[in-house]
């Protein structure tokens, strides 16, 4: 599996034979089924009140001890019990191309059922997003689906990517749960600065701040990002035209120990991001079969080389902020965590007026907005020796805007345009929702080897275009037959609500015969996507050294949840299928020996979904009525995927390869094609100076990106919600030097 912590399939209690240790401190080469939720389990009494070595009570290990402790008895009130666990940890962050400086979807991509789209996306198990975000157990209200990607590498210690059949107190997103631990004071150790660039103009210097003073825990980092290829390229050429990036992000953890069973924590994040929008490389000709339409606008001359296609200037800029406040009390029996939490976005499309008209019939100014504010809190309770109560409740306010400013050209029954003076239409509209849920569940400790983890979640969408509710009942099975086999087997009902974005039938009608008209006037609104799911796997331990893990799994959905892009604005809307079924099959190797660590995944995918029922109007009628009719492959079904790398690390010295392979996702009529397959090697060296004169170390690294420049394409333009064409990166060289300090 990858990623460096043992992957697991999560039980309630420690094995026994597992040492008691932090997750990072088991290590493994690959994201691993971690063994079976060690750091669960442990004593509280024997952290309660930790102290030095010595007869002094030191106050820096102590500090030290009550971070670690607390950062355990979380993970009692947070686990994932019953479902697959993918750890990744710093080891194979580093390993991971880029290291810090990669995107975060890369690293996530290292991980067994991970699909690898356009736009930074990826997708867990056949699902289109679906992912729930939590930073320190604690979720981060949904942002806008736009490709900015606001979670920056250099924050996280660890990563936890949960899947399968989740407890009941995961709910709403459930394709997966990615639980984020942040480095504190503590974990980061030195204060580091950071350079890193390399082709496409990539220029990304950084700063990280941490440590502690007095029961204050603190972390920060600040880094900007600028480079020549912020979106992925719509053509096969080395370097897009008019694809540059800048970004700044911003984020901060304190954390307060009121006393050595209690904490206040604050995180803050803030990012800023500018993104041309690529254009093709293009020559200007009204007979290129490149062009389907050219439009005549009035005062402008097409064949002017100005008004070239390779010159369209349209932009867009992404700007996400969050900050959530957490108070965690831990008694011997009784865990809490409650978190109020706020999240501002904005998506900003600024087109090119003349360009935009001459090419597409179509100039719209777009802004869109997301406001959230919610509340989350979680218990758990040691009710009796062998059964452990978990409950919790979360409710989330959601405002959302959309407010278009457009240009169009009248067109007559046939859609033959009948005048060059385009007519403007301005339309804002807005929308809310209002989500909650609740749930208890018990852990049953069976025997010493047989856990089971049963319980129900009650959740209630309310918005302004529809009221749903559900009652969900969960349970997992984990049986531990031997000190080296794990086996699980669970089912969950879940219950996923749409993102407000809903378009209103007043939007459709401003533009009726217009060259931005609907394709028709067909306009449910997007329902609350229910499904069951089922799961079941092995865990095998062949030595201590090498192991190996086996999962399968099935869906069966009712108005199963899809997104699409229908413009030339990067802003993903949601529409729904009245059936859908996913189900396939993942296997996971890693072994670890001394300084070698060596893994390989692959993964197996097959969907399937049948009429779509809401927001209808985005799709063509013969599109419709041949899905209404027969079942269809959703189109980001990447049906055979396999990672696998090898890295070498010491003390100053670390090497790896890397290596992705991904089958292609659908394109074409009702996603009847797909995108060809494609393999990617990626290599990477680092070495550490200790002894330096200034600071405590410089690390210097160097990384090449798609080592054999394969030329891929994730998307040709085609398939169900699909607009633009994007091609994933050719070969590129980067350099990085890390200064401790």
């Known amino acids: 599996m990858v990623g460096l912590g043992w992957s697991s399939i999560n039980a309630a209690k420690a094995d026994e034979t597992v040492p008691h240790a932090p997750r990072a401190a088991v290590k493994n080469p690959a994201a691993a089924v971690r063994s079976v939720g060690a750091e669960n389990r442990q004593n509280p009494k024997a952290t309660q009140r930790p102290t030095s070595p010595g007869t002094h009570e030191a106050p820096a290990p102590e500090k030290i001890n009550v971070v670690g402790h607390l950062n355990q008895e979380r993970t009692r009130i947070f686990p994932g019990l019953g479902a697959v666990d993918y750890h990744i940890d710093q080891r194979q962050i580093t390993t991971t191309p880029g290291g810090q400086n990669a995107a975060f979807s890369q690293i996530l991509l290292r991980v067994p059922g991970v699909v690898l789209d356009s736009y930074g996306e990826v997708h867990v198990r056949g699902e289109h997003g679906g992912l729930t975000y939590r930073v320190n157990g604690v979720l981060l209200p949904e942002g806008l689906n736009g490709f900015g990607q606001e979670l920056d590498s250099r924050i996280i210690q660890s990563v936890d990517l949960l899947t399968g059949t989740l407890p009941a107190q995961f709910g709403f997103r459930t394709a997966g749960v990615v639980d984020v631990t942040t480095k504190t004071g503590n974990s ?50 080395f370097r897009a035209v008019h694809d540059v990036t800048e970004q700044e992000k911003a984020f901060s953890y304190l954390s307060y120990h009121i006393d ?90 600024t087109p090119d007026r003349d360009r935009d008209l001459i090419y597409q019939g179509v100039s719209e100014h777009e802004v869109n907005d997301f406001t959230t504010g919610g509340m989350q809190f979680d218990l758990s309770y040691e009710v009796a020796p062998h059964h452990t109560l978990r409950a919790g409740l979360l409710g989330q306010y959601t405002s959302e805007r959309l407010d278009t400013n457009t240009l169009a050209f009248p067109v007559d029954a046939q859609g033959n345009q009948k005048s060059n003076v385009p007519v403007r239409v301005i339309d804002n509209t807005g929308n809310w929702s209002v989500e909650a849920g609740a749930y208890i569940q018990d852990e049953y400790k069976i025997t010493k080897n047989l856990t089971f983890n049963y319980g129900i979640r009650y959740d209630r969408f309310a918005s302004s275009f529809g009221n749903e509710g559900q009652l969900s009942p969960r349970a997992n099975m984990v049986w531990k037959p031997t000190r080296s086999t794990t086996l699980h087997i669970g089912y969950s009902r879940y219950f996923a609500p749409p993102s407000p974005q809903y378009v209103y039938p007043s939007t459709l009608a401003k533009f009726v015969g217009t060259t931005n008209a609907a394709a028709n006037m067909i306009n449910d609104a997007t329902k609350v996507e229910k499904s069951n799911y089922v799961d079941g796997g092995i865990l095998q331990r062949i030595t201590p050294e090498f192991q190996i893990t086996l999962d399968a799994y099935a869906k069966w959905a009712h108005d199963l949840t899809d997104l699409g892009q229908f413009g ?174």
């Open 188 to 237: 980061l150790k030195h204060n580091q600065v950071s350079l890193y660039g390399g082709s496409y103009n990539t220029f990304v210097p950084s700063v990280q701040f941490g440590g502690q003073h007095g029961k204050l825990d603190y972390f920060t980092t600040v880094s900007f990002t600028r480079n020549a290829i912020g979106i992925e390229n719509p053509s096969n050429t």
């Open 568 to 741: 030339r604005a990067v802003i993903l809307a949601p529409f729904s299928y009245k059936r859908g079924r996913v189900y396939g099959a993942e296997f996971g190797s890693s072994w670890k020996h001394g300084p070698w660590s060596v893994f390989g995944n692959f993964s197996y995918v097959k969907t399937s979904a049948r009429d779509i029922n809401s927001a209808q109007y985005q799709f063509d009628m013969e599109e419709l009525a041949y899905i209404k009719n027969h079942a269809i492959q959703l189109d980001h079904q990447g049906e055979y995927t396999a990672t696998a790398g090898a890295s070498w690390s010491t003390k100053h010295d670390m090497a790896y390869v890397d290596f992705v392979y991904g089958y292609g996702l659908r394109s074409g009529f009702a996603n009847l094609e797909k995108q060809p397959q494609y393999d990617v090697f990626n290599i990477g060296y680092q070495h550490s100076f200790t002894k330096v004169p200034f600071g405590h170390a410089i690390k210097v690294r160097a990384d090449v990106v798609n080592l054999f420049d394969k030329r891929y394409q994730l998307r040709n333009g085609s398939g169900v919600g699909i607009y633009q064409a994007q091609y994933g990166q050719r070969r590129g060289t980067f350099f990085s030097v890390v200064s401790e300090f």
């Open 260 to 349: 050595d069973i209690s904490r206040v924590t604050l995180l803050t994040s803030a990012s800023y991001a500018d993104f041309e929008i690529p254009n093709s490389f293009k020559t200007f000709d009204t007979n290129s079969p490149d062009y389907s339409t050219i439009y005549d606008v009035a005062g402008l001359n097409p064949h002017d080389p100005s008004m070239n296609w390779a010159k369209m200037n349209d932009s867009q800029t992404e700007q996400n902020y969050y900050a959530v406040l957490s108070y965690q009390r831990t008694t011997d029996k009784l865990n809490f965590q409650a978190s109020p939490y706020f999240r501002y976005g904005r998506i900003d499309y």
